[in-house]
């Protein structure tokens, strides 16, 4: 396949600043990133694309940095709500460090009734993409179920600890903060742990596994889903246990993809997809496990290990909208516009698909470094012709130059 060029090529210019900050050769660094020294070169003259969250994971630990210092980092959004929703971080952190239940909570909490409702508001928050309106529920709430669970409601209030700590956990990957996405990984994991229950168990376990992967440590978040699945599956009669053990492959699919084992990948996804097929399009637990989801795991993962095309075909096949979630669609639209990018030849529905991504979650797309990747090639190519309005109006959004 031949190597096409970085949408980008400051992300070049960045890894060689880095590299000569170090005082490392361009061999030495490309060894310590598992990648031949003529790949290296390329990228660092632009002639070879480095957007690749892999590519760019294994270069960014090979230069000791992190991978938004490689891409130019997070794109600040352009909307109030996106702004407030990353000054929010900050309180769900200190939220997460004080839920230890190891030690008694320091305040009473409110009526548990009114911490249920609270939690459905803050799920159907994070499942609307609407970050900015979940980071002001969360800390109180999970402060108060923390207190809740000294209290005579301890079964009840630790899952729904579990529950509001797995939502932290993931609006806090989705708003690029991967090292706090793992702490509330494992305060959802110590609660489901007090409960007991094998199918929140593999809940956490998935959460923990896909913070792990947002960290680059691909390995540990293949072990962790692999080992969660393989004792969950004794567990099939419980209520969900089907729907976690199929996002638990979903999860190690994605982790081997990262670990270079292509082959491991594929037969993880067609487990998942199996599953799937018997299970249907569910909503248990706000998964969304079934054909549907498996089908938009499949589109990330063929962008991310360079086949764009086979992307955008699985993308033509499938049904975004058998998933009601705004949370899950975006991802479809977003992926199948980076499929289409790559494939090229198509721009104006790459752009629709874009549009259509942040029309549905605004506060998602402007803070992903992938949308942004793809954004840039799309520019790129239109710097041959007139930029349309559309595709201007989004780059100005996005914080591009234009």
């Not at 409110?110 to 969360?138: I, Q, W």
């Not at 089908?295 to 699985?314: C, F, K, T, Y």
Request: hydrophobic share 45%; proline share 5%.
């Amino acid at each position: 396949m031949t190597p096409r060029p970085t949408a980008d090529p400051a992300i070049g210019e960045r890894i060689r600043a880095r590299r000569l900050l170090r005082g490392w050769s361009m061999r030495y660094s490309a060894s310590r990133a598992g990648i031949s020294h003529a790949t290296w070169s390329r990228i660092e003259r632009g002639r070879q694309a480095a957007d690749n969250r892999f590519m760019l994971a294994d270069i960014a630990a090979a230069l000791e940095c992190s991978p938004a210092d490689l891409a130019g980092g997070p794109v600040p959004a352009a909307d109030r709500a996106a702004a407030a929703a990353l000054a929010g971080v900050r309180g769900i952190r200190q939220a997460l460090v004080d839920i230890d239940l190891a030690e008694p909570a320091s305040a009473a909490a409110r009526p548990f009734a009114e911490l249920a409702a609270t939690l459905e508001l803050a799920r159907s928050l994070d499942h609307a993409c609407d970050y900015a309106g979940a980071t002001r529920l969360l800390p109180g709430l999970m402060r108060d179920l923390h207190a809740e669970t000294a209290g005579p409601d301890r079964g009840p209030a630790l899952r729904l600890l579990c529950d509001a700590t797995f939502i932290a956990s993931s609006l806090l990957r989705n708003l690029g903060h991967p090292a706090e996405a793992w702490l509330g990984a494992e305060r959802c994991r110590e609660a489901a742990d007090a409960t007991g229950d094998p199918v929140l168990q593999g809940y956490a376990a998935y959460a923990l596994a896909t913070a792990a992967n947002e960290c680059g440590s691909f390995q540990r978040g293949l072990t962790l889903a692999e080992r969660a699945a393989d004792d969950l599956g004794r567990h099939l009669g419980r209520p969900g246990g089907a729907e976690i053990l199929g996002s638990l492959r979903l999860v190690c699919a994605y982790a081997s993809l990262g670990r270079d084992r292509l082959d491991d990948c594929r037969g993880w996804l067609a487990d998942a997809a199996e599953l799937a097929r018997r299970t249907g399009e569910t909503t248990t637990m706000g998964m969304y496990f079934g054909p549907t989801n498996v089908d938009l795991w499949r589109i990330s993962i063929e962008v991310d290990q360079g086949d764009p095309a086979r992307a955008a075909e699985i993308a033509r096949r499938a049904t975004p909208a058998a998933i009601s979630a705004p949370q899950r669609q975006v991802y479809y639209y977003a992926d199948a516009a980076r499929a289409l990018t790559g494939v090229g030849g198509n721009d104006r529905e790459a752009i629709r698909f874009l549009l259509t991504a942040e029309r549905l979650a605004p506060q998602h797309v402007h803070t992903s470094d992938e949308v942004r990747a793809a954004t840039r090639t799309l520019l790129e190519r239109a710097r041959t012709r007139s930029a349309g309005a559309d595709l201007r109006g989004f780059a100005e959004r996005m914080r591009l130059d234009v």
